[in-house]
Each structure stands twice: as structure tokens, then as C-alpha cells.
């Protein structure tokens, strides 16, 4: 397909659109950036209320005219999450897109959300699977609607521990990064295959943005080393450029429920938005099945 950019997106006005993790220096920011420019309605969704205010505030820098509201959001913390979807459901009649872009990377000793997960797979994935079957009454109320997941190349080496989802036993954080990362994928592919049985008529695709200069490595591993700092510049792009396969998949035309788009360049670490490659574990439906369940029962949530 062509070269996309931001001025391919077609116009969003209309629309109302979610994205997690929306502060700025991140995927989120640039994608809401993106999207407000384009006249969606944008929900700014993240802990930090001084942080979205700020994304707020140069989002309407850069749009006067921007429709955008900002709503805290905790996805490690049940109640936050069922706390912000009651205020979305009574705030808007509609949902066009829920991207479920925010994360957290390699956490040098293991953390626990509020509800007791480990920090990767509760925020990454549980948070995310708890935050999408709360608001399925608003999407399946909107014509056309779609779920789009941020995955990443790390799902590639990636396992579901089923004996040790929690890494209660052995916490090592790229293990469990991976994990979180594979699940993803798992959870838009499960969700695609029962939309499609049940008639929800919600799309799921998901996107990775290569490895991109983001908050994100600040504010997990941290200090990689001096050789990564030196390379980091020659392998990695921009946020707004890893932003790109995420707009692709919530606007283009060509974007599909089953989607997985990502960079097309070396490895898929950067370059231009193309499809991406998915590892045999994340087309396992036994285990995308396993997972769901467990999911479900670990959230107490439902799909309906």
C-alpha cells in the first residue's frame, strides 16, 4: 500500500474516540494529536491528571478548534476503570474507537496493581481487557466501531505462563513484558472471532510502533547502557512516527478487524506502516480461549 502519513487519515469529525495513555512524549499524545486535528472528539485517558491536562492544553495549541476532554484513568486500579466507563457512558451517546495504547515496560523488580496482578500483565493486558468489556454496550451502539490494540515486536519471543500468570513464582521483566505483549494479540484475535460469532459488529485489529523514542523505557528499564544510548538514535524513530501504524489502524480504509500493523523496515523497529508479522503462539485459539476465560474471571467482567 502507499506511504501513509497523518494527512491520509480521513476526516474523523463525528467521531468520538478513546485513546489510554495520553500524556505527552508518548504514542498516546501523538495519536490523539493526530486524531483531534482531524475532528474526532478525543477522550485523553491516563493517571496523571497534571499530565493530561498538559497534553490537553498543547493539543489546543495546535487545534483551537478541537473538540478533547480529559478523564483520569487508572488501569491498574477495577474501580477506576469501572469509575471512568460509568462517566463515559453517561457522557457520550457513542464510540467510534477505543485504542488501548497505554503500558508499562520491563519494571526492574516486580509491582502489583491495586487489585494484586503483576504491574505488565494487569495494566497491559487486564486493565485493557476490563476497560473494553465495560464499554461494549457504547460500542456496539456505534455503527462501524473498532478496538485497536497496542501490541509490539517483544510478543515475538512471548509465552502465556498459565502456571504463573502473576510471575508469583519468578519475576524477570522482560519475561513478563512479553507476556503481557502476546496477550494482547491473543485478546484482539479472540475478540475479532467472537464479534464475528455473536454479531457484536465491533472490529479488533491491533498495531505496534517499532521501538520509538517514547516515556516508556524512562519510566521501566530505565538506563539501558551506554552501547544502546549510542545506537538507540540509528534503530528507533520518533513517537509520532511509531504513532503512524495506530492511526492506520483506527482510520485507513484499509485497515481490517484481525489487523496487526507495524513498521516495515529492519526487524520492524521503524520505518512506514505495514502489516506486521504474527508469531505462531498469538494464533493459537486454545490458548486465546484460556485466556479470555481467565481473564474474565480475574476481572469479574463479562462480554456482552
Known amino acids: 500500500m502507499p506511504r501513509f502519513s ?4 480521513p476526516t474523523q469529525a463525528g467521531r468520538t474516540i478513546i485513546v489510554t495513555g495520553a500524556s505527552p512524549g508518548g504514542l498516546g499524545y501523538e495519536t490523539a494529536l493526530a486524531l483531534a486535528g482531524k475532528g474526532a472528539h478525543v477522550v485523553l485517558a491516563g493517571r496523571s491528571a ?12 495546535a487545534h483551537p478548534s478541537a473538540s478533547i476532554c480529559a478523564e483520569a484513568l487508572d488501569l491498574a486500579n477495577l474501580k477506576s476503570i ?12 457513542r464510540l467510534d474507537r477505543l485504542i488501548n495504547n497505554a503500558g508499562v515496560m520491563a519494571l526492574p523488580k516486580r509491582e502489583t496493581s491495586v487489585d494484586g ?12 481487557f476490563a476497560l473494553t468489556a465495560r464499554l461494549m454496550a457504547l460500542l456496539r451502539a456505534t455503527p462501524g466501531a473498532r478496538v485497536v490494540n497496542v501490541s509490539s515486536i517483544a510478543h515475538r519471543n512471548g509465552q502465556i505462563a498459565f502456571d504463573d500468570l502473576q510471575s508469583e513464582r519468578s519475576y524477570v521483566p522482560w519475561t513478563a513484558y512479553r507476556q503481557s505483549k502476546l496477550a494482547n ?7 475479532e472471532r467472537r464479534s464475528i460469532a455473536n454479531t457484536w459488529g465491533v472490529d479488533a485489529n491491533a498495531a505496534h510502533p517499532g521501538v520509538a523514542r ?28 511509531g504513532a503512524l501504524p495506530i492511526l492506520l489502524a483506527a482510520t485507513s480504509p484499509e485497515a481490517k478487524g484481525g489487523d496487526y500493523w507495524g513498521p516495515n523496515g529492519m526487524s520492524e523497529m521503524r520505518g512506514a506502516p505495514a502489516r506486521a508479522k504474527v508469531m505462531p503462539q498469538a494464533r493459537d485459539e486454545a490458548a486465546a480461549q484460556r485466556l479470555w476465560e481467565v481473564s ?9
Open 214 to 241: 517514547t516515556e516508556l523505557v524512562a519510566n521501566g528499564p530505565g538506563d539501558m547502557g551506554p552501547l544502546v544510548s549510542l545506537l538507540m538514535p540509528l534503530l528507533t524513530h520518533s513517537s509520532a512516527d
Open 82 to 93: 469501572e469509575a471512568f466507563t460509568q462517566r463515559i457512558a453517561a457522557a457520550h451517546a
Open 117 to 128: 496482578f503483576e504491574m505488565q500483565f494487569g495494566v497491559n493486558h487486564l486493565g485493557h
Open 296 to 304: 474474565e474471571k480475574l476481572t469479574g467482567v463479562t462480554f456482552v
Open 6 to 9: 497523518v494527512a491520509d487519515i
Open 185 to 191: 494479540l491473543l485478546f484482539t484475535f479472540e475478540f
Open 50 to 61: 497534571a499530565k493530561l491536562d498538559a497534553a490537553k492544553a498543547a493539543i489546543l495549541k
